[in-house]
T-cell receptor, first 112, second 115 residues
Framework: DSGVTQTPKHLITATGQRVTLRCSPR?????VYWYQQSLDQGLQFLIQ???????AKGNILERFSAQQFPDLHSELNLSSLELGDSALYFC???????????FGQGTRLTVV | GESVGLHLPTLSVQEGDNSIINCAYS??????FIWYKQESGKGPQFIID?????DKRQGQRVTVLLNKTVKHLSLQIAATQPGDSAVYFC??????????????FGKGTHLIIQP
């Protein structure tokens, strides 16, 4: 168990819909990262938050957004969903200054 | 893991043999490199990292080698066990400085341990 908790584990939704994925980082970790893992693109960095502030952006679509709350949990919002958004979405956290990121079990999103 | 598909290179080794997994990286400005292991249905798990100012680092049964001249990274696993079966990813990070960035992952190699 990495200590990073993601909910839900599985999500099935229709095209055009909006979903919210949730992540609780390891206790004490201020950074939260979101990644997308798909068959054709592999693991792609989406966005990073540090102590409530956006810190770095990767290949995140404009239809996607994220935030980190005062209790450090984070949510990834995916809207106007398309079939190609079907993927595993991982959240990770790491202690400040450490390269070791701990990944959650992921949320498997299926868009039908 | 289950989310990586048909295009992954595969390495098949006999149980007890040593495995060497290779990775080419692209960004010469990366500060550090990491190997992750992903078992089916799970998130990536940190194995070992190496800073860009090093060329070798050893852990328990694993050794990472970094060749910056040719931008090549390798992971050596000694005496492979059935539990080593997984997809292995190399990742690079730190190129933006200050530790504020996400990792850039390679495509992954599927390691299969033959009994």
């Amino acid at each position: 168990d990495s200590g990073v908790t993601q909910t839900p584990k599985h999500l099935i939704t229709a095209t055009g819909q909006r979903v919210t994925l949730r992540c609780s980082p390891r206790s004490g970790d201020l950074s939260v990262y979101w990644y997308q893992q798909s068959l054709d693109q592999g693991l792609q960095f989406l966005i990073q938050y540090y102590n409530g502030e956006e810190r770095a952006k990767g290949n995140i679509l404009e239809r996607f957004s994220a935030q980190q709350f005062p209790d450090l949990h984070s949510e990834l919002n995916l809207s106007s969903l398309e079939l190609g958004d079907s993927a595993l979405y991982f959240c990770a956290s790491n202690p400040t200054g450490s390269t070791e990121a701990f990944f959650g079990q992921g949320t498997r999103l299926t868009v039908v | 893991g289950e989310s990586v598909g048909l295009h992954l290179p595969t390495l098949s080794v006999q149980e007890g043999d040593n495995s060497i997994i290779n990775c080419a990286y692209s960004n010469s400005a990366s500060d550090y490199f990491i190997w992750y292991k992903q078992e089916s249905g799970k998130g990536p798990q940190f194995i070992i990292d190496i800073r860009s100012n090093m060329d070798k680092r050893q852990g328990q049964r694993v050794t990472v080698l970094l060749n910056k001249t040719v931008k090549h990274l390798s992971l050596q696993i000694a005496a492979t066990q059935p539990g080593d079966s997984a997809v292995y990813f190399c990742a690079e990070g730190g190129s933006s400085g200050g530790g504020a960035d996400g990792l850039t992952f390679g495509k992954g190699t599927h390691l299969i341990i033959q009994p």
